[in-house]
């Protein structure tokens, strides 16, 4: 018998289906959660297939049920909802597939939704990811502006138009994605990327016109969430459903409560902005003529006073006090100059009385010899020395002689 282990060896394959259906109906039945992306009803067929696909992966799984186990459900059984299935795993032979052959059906309740997103809405918070201080701020007047909506939606339509009326240069870069199913998440975080990457916009509103608790489960989905706050632009949301709030709504740096709200929070509005320079015009102009007003009411007053009323008067009168005070300037050097000439003569007088130069005037003269030793007496000479002899006005040689 063929193993299957070599070239030489190979199995047929109908033996390898035979051999993976045998190893798949072994499995055991198994709990299944997913969203139901498709279901189809073949008339006259007692089967429903429905593809199964997980909410944030790309992961799909074929089932079929017997039509009576859905026309039996107590919930209409729909694409989009999400559910619970029970079922076995079995191998197809004549397709080559694998598919889960289900046994029941139950719609994943809401509550239990709801405990599941709060549980991780708790998480999110623990690590920070909804902290006021991480949140980055909106640009007053953002050049452009990247929007993630729905394809031709209404919600695309409200930004732009309300944004374009409030500032009719705005320019927007729009990315149309799923904003429902199992591909919205993957979608809008592919779109977010690529924003981010580009760097071509200011700020990014991710916005949709709002929906049913189900249908906004995408935007709380955790992944989605942990790439909006590693957005380095500024990400507005823009959901529009006050009751259901998605945890989106907790990590964008601004939530907008509807589309038009979004427009009105992320650009300003031109009229008002006018309006606003217009009035602060009008406020200068009014400080300005008030402050001229003042000016004008001084200037007038200085013009009443005698000083530029009577200028020669005024000039007449300063002119008087200017020589007075140069009269009693000069009276007041010359009485300084007399006296200090009087203290300054006598001593003069005095100084010259003991100065060398007052005695060479009174006839005397001062004797030096060859080596200028001073002459006291006759002996201090020797016969034949030439003496040096200083008198008042200059000075001449004499040789000894005796």
Same mark, same amino acid.
């Given at each position: 018998?063929?193993?299957?282990?070599?070239?030489?060896?190979?199995?047929?394959?109908?033996d390898?289906?035979?051999?993976?259906?045998e190893?798949?109906?072994?499995?055991?039945?198994?709990?299944?959660?997913?969203?139901?992306?498709?279901?189809?009803i073949?008339?006259?067929?007692?089967?429903?297939?429905?593809?199964l696909?997980?909410?944030?992966?790309d992961?799909?799984?074929?089932?079929?049920?017997?039509?009576?186990?859905?026309?039996?459900?107590?919930?209409?059984?729909?694409?989009g909802?999400?559910? !619970?299935?029970?079922? =076995?795993?079995?191998?197809?032979?004549?397709?080559?597939?694998?598919i889960i +052959?289900? %046994? $029941? #059906?139950?719609p994943v309740?809401?509550?239990?939704l709801?405990?599941? !997103?709060?549980?991780? =809405?708790?998480?999110?918070?623990?690590?920070?990811?909804?902290?006021?201080e +991480?949140? %980055? $701020? #909106?640009?007053?007047?953002?050049?452009?502006?990247?929007?993630?909506?729905?394809?031709?939606s209404?919600?695309?339509?409200?930004?732009?138009?309300?944004?374009?009326?409030?500032?009719?240069?705005?320019?927007?870069?729009?990315?149309?994605?799923?904003v429902?199913?199992?591909k919205s998440?993957?979608?809008?975080?592919?779109?977010?990327?690529?924003?981010?990457?580009?760097?071509?916009?200011?700020?990014?509103?991710i916005?949709?016109?709002?929906?049913?608790?189900?249908?906004l489960?995408?935007?709380?989905?955790?992944?989605?969430?942990?790439?909006v706050?590693?957005?380095?632009?500024?990400?507005?949301?823009a959901?529009?459903?006050?009751?259901d709030?998605?945890?989106?709504?907790?990590?964008?740096?601004?939530?907008?409560?509807?589309?038009?709200?979004?427009?009105?929070?992320?650009?300003?509005?031109?009229?008002?902005?006018?309006?606003?320079?217009?009035?602060?015009?009008?406020?200068?102009?009014?400080?300005i003529?008030n402050?001229?007003e003042?000016e004008?009411?001084?200037?007038?007053?200085?013009?009443?006073?005698?000083?530029?009323n009577?200028?020669s008067?005024?000039?007449?009168?300063?002119?008087?006090?200017?020589?007075?005070?140069?009269?009693?300037?000069?009276?007041?050097?010359?009485?300084?100059?007399?006296?200090?000439?009087?203290?300054?003569?006598?001593?003069?007088?005095?100084?010259?009385?003991?100065?060398?130069?007052?005695?060479?005037?009174?006839?005397?003269?001062?004797?030096?010899?060859?080596?200028?030793?001073?002459?006291?007496?006759?002996?201090?000479?020797?016969?034949?020395?030439?003496?040096?002899?200083?008198?008042?006005?200059?000075?001449?040689?004499?040789?000894?002689?005796?």
């Amino acid at each position: 018998m063929a193993t299957g282990q070599s070239p030489e060896d190979a199995i047929q394959v109908k033996d390898a289906a035979r051999a993976l259906s045998e190893i798949i109906t072994q499995l055991p039945s198994v709990w299944i959660e997913g969203q139901i992306t498709s279901v189809k009803i073949r008339p006259g067929s007692d089967w429903v297939f429905m593809d199964l696909r997980d909410v944030s992966a790309d992961a799909t799984l074929n089932v079929v049920f017997n039509r009576s186990v859905i026309e039996n459900s107590p919930t209409e059984i729909t694409s989009g909802l999400r559910v !619970l299935v029970h079922g =076995k795993p079995e191998f197809w032979m004549n397709r080559g597939s694998l598919i889960i +052959r289900g %046994k $029941a #059906i139950s719609p994943v309740g809401l509550g239990e939704l709801m405990i599941q !997103l709060e549980k991780l =809405k708790q998480k999110l918070a623990v690590e920070g990811l909804f902290a006021p201080e +991480r949140k %980055k $701020a #909106i640009p007053f007047l953002p050049k452009k502006i990247g929007l993630i909506c729905g394809r031709a939606s209404a919600a695309m339509k409200d930004v732009i138009e309300n944004t374009k009326l409030r500032w009719p240069g705005i320019e927007f870069d729009v990315h149309e994605v799923a904003v429902q199913g199992v591909k919205s998440s993957s979608e809008v975080r592919a779109s977010l990327s690529q924003l981010n990457a580009e760097k071509k916009v200011d700020v990014i509103v991710i916005t949709r016109g709002g929906g049913s608790f189900e249908d906004l489960l995408p935007f709380s989905d955790e992944l989605l969430i942990r790439a909006v706050a590693a957005s380095v632009i500024p990400v507005v949301s823009a959901i529009g459903h006050e009751q259901d709030t998605p945890l989106l709504d907790y990590v964008a740096d601004l939530r907008a409560s509807t589309p038009t709200d979004a427009a009105a929070k992320i650009v300003p509005d031109l009229d008002d902005e006018i309006d606003l320079i217009d009035r602060f015009i009008d406020s200068m102009r009014e400080r300005i003529g008030n402050r001229i007003e003042r000016e004008q009411v001084s200037l007038e007053r200085l013009l009443e006073t005698s000083a530029l009323n009577s200028p020669s008067e005024f000039i007449q009168t300063h002119r008087d006090e200017l020589f007075d005070l140069k009269s009693g300037l000069r009276e007041l050097i010359t009485s300084k100059i007399t006296n200090e000439q009087s203290w300054f003569k006598p001593r003069l007088a005095q100084l010259r009385t003991l100065s060398p130069m007052g005695t060479l005037a009174r006839g005397f003269a001062i004797v030096r010899g060859k080596d200028g030793k001073l002459i006291r007496k006759s002996s201090d000479a020797a016969i034949g020395e030439v003496l040096d002899i200083r008198v008042e006005k200059d000075s001449l040689k004499a040789q000894v002689t005796k």
